[in-house]
């Protein structure tokens, strides 16, 4: 099985910033994205932040030019910097991979335990 440990979050003053880091442990055959959702109280969840292998990466509107998204694929490891933090940025944030365990496998998707920013204004 592949599990997602997240790390880096907590409580920052508006205008601050954070680094959230995601590992994957277990054997994967490869990934095809890695990405960062998060989830506000009564909201659902939604798309931060998607780096497709191969591809470019994608940002939701309301983060672009202040999130940015990198990934070390010898580490099996995504990262979220994010500056200029905002109120409205509060929110538990969680990773997600999209990878196969085999080349002939389907793909399939694990989340991490996600982790809480809260930003204070």
């Known amino acids: 099985q592949v599990q997602l440990v997240e790390s880096g979050g907590g409580l920052v003053q508006a205008g601050g910033s954070l680094r959230l880091s995601c590992v994957a442990s277990g054997r994967i055959f490869s990934i095809n994205a890695m990405g960062w959702y998060r989830q506000a109280p009564g909201k659902q969840r939604e798309l931060v932040a998607i780096m497709p292998t191969g591809g470019s990466p994608d940002y939701a509107d309301s983060v672009k030019d202040r999130f940015t998204i990198s990934r070390d694929n010898a580490k099996n490891t995504v990262y979220l910097q994010m500056n200029s933090l905002k109120p409205g940025d509060t929110a538990v944030y969680y990773c997600?991979?999209?990878?196969?365990?085999?080349?002939?496998?389907?793909?399939?998707?694990?989340w991490g335990q996600g982790t809480q920013v809260t930003v204070s204004s």
């Open positions: 997600q991979f999209k990878f196969k365990l085999r080349s002939w496998s389907p793909q399939e998707v694990s």
